[in-house]
T-cell receptor
Framework: NAGVTQTPKFQVLKTGQSMTLQCAQD?????MSWYRQDPGMGLRLIHY???????DQGEVPNGYNVSRSTTEDFPLRLLSAAPSQTSVYFC??????????????FGDGTRLSIL | AQKITQTQPGMFVQEKEAVTLDCTYD???????LFWYKQPSSGEMIFLIY??????QNATEGRYSLNFQKARKSANLVISASQLGDSAMYFC??????????????FGKGTHLIIQP
């Protein structure tokens, strides 16, 4: 009963380093998305995907890349980490539906610090 | 303009009392969904309740209910008979458009609820 799995749970990077945050879901959900959560703020959408091979930008996409080669996986890449990217990152997935009533299921988050 | 506004940064409530967490939203799309999530200190996001723009009745899920006032664009969460375990951050969120279109929720900044014994 894994749901949405994010790895790693914690990571410390130096400015300029690159890394990939992993996200996998086993619910066969079509939709997947990445959010960041900063202190005192709600979650903000970075990128999302409506299916394998299809991705699009959210509210705060700069500095991040995504790809979706399979239904299960949706990795988030930081190309050159900056201190402003210090945040908690959440991956989420949901079923596609005609109506907007499908809730997003969230992973447990990745706490990322950029020094 | 903010799409989701939660005006209560923090609330203290006595155990067993009912709690109302405020949420107002802004959209011109006739089709939208409103969600409430709970985030305990452990950090995970827990889905609580959903209200659709076309729903005729207020949503209920156990001790949670949603006071949906469409004309006022408000979707307040009501927790009945609060418990110590209800202490957490609560986020209101909205998805605009039909469920098959673009993805992603717009979140408010949250309300930090503390239940006191």
């Amino acid at each position: 009963n894994a749901g949405v799995t994010q790895t790693p749970k914690f990571q410390v990077l130096k400015t300029g380093q690159s890394m990939t945050l992993q996200c996998a879901q086993d619910m066969n959900h079509e939709y997947m998305s990445w959010y960041r959560q900063d202190p005192g703020m709600g979650l903000r959408l970075i990128h999302y995907s409506v299916g394998a091979g299809i991705t699009d930008q959210g509210e705060v996409p700069n500095g991040y890349n995504v790809s979706r080669s399979t239904t299960e996986d949706f990795p988030l890449r930081l190309l050159s980490a900056a201190p402003s990217q210090t945040s908690v990152y959440f991956c989420a997935s949901r079923r596609q539906a005609v109506y907007s009533n499908q809730p997003q299921h969230f992973g447990d988050g990745t706490r990322l610090s950029i020094l | 303009a903010q799409k989701i506004t939660q005006t209560q940064p923090g609330m203290f409530v006595q155990e067993k009392e009912a709690v109302t967490l405020d949420c107002t939203y802004d959209t011109s799309d006739p089709s939208y969904g409103l969600f409430w999530y709970k985030q305990p200190s452990s950090g995970e996001m827990i889905f609580l309740i959903y209200q659709g723009s076309y729903d005729q009745q207020n949503a209920t899920e156990g001790r949670y209910s949603l006071n949906f006032q469409k004309a006022r664009k408000s979707a307040n969460l009501v927790i009945s008979a609060s418990q110590l375990g209800d202490s957490a951050m609560y986020f209101c969120a909205m998805r605009e458009g039909e469920g098959g279109g673009a993805d992603g929720l717009t979140f408010g900044k949250g309300t930090h609820l503390i239940i006191q014994p």
